[in-house]
């Protein structure tokens, strides 16, 4: 019985040290894919505008203040 508890906590350990390694992975990702479109974002000179699920502005180009006069985190 205790050969079968010491298994069974290692297995636990493995699978927690897997689920670390992959949320880190999908932080990274998320990091990375979010300096993309901040990159794309200030490259375009056009008012572009990603907006949430309500329709609410989540984030705007950086022309988006030339083009309307409002700072982005206004729109």
Not at 13 to 18: F, I, R, T
Not at 38 to 43: D, G, I, Q, V
Not at 47 to 61: F, I, K, M, P
Request: charged content about 20%; overall charge neutral.
């Amino acid at each position: 019985m205790p050969v079968f508890a010491l298994g069974a906590v290692a297995h636990l350990l493995a699978q927690a040290l897997q689920h670390q390694r992959h949320e880190a992975a999908c932080r990274a990702g998320r990091r990375d894919a979010e300096r993309r479109a901040n990159l794309l974002l200030s490259a375009i000179d056009d008012l572009v505008t990603w907006h949430d699920l309500n329709g609410r502005v989540v984030e705007a180009s950086p022309s988006a203040s030339r083009l309307t006069g409002a700072p982005a985190e206004a729109l």
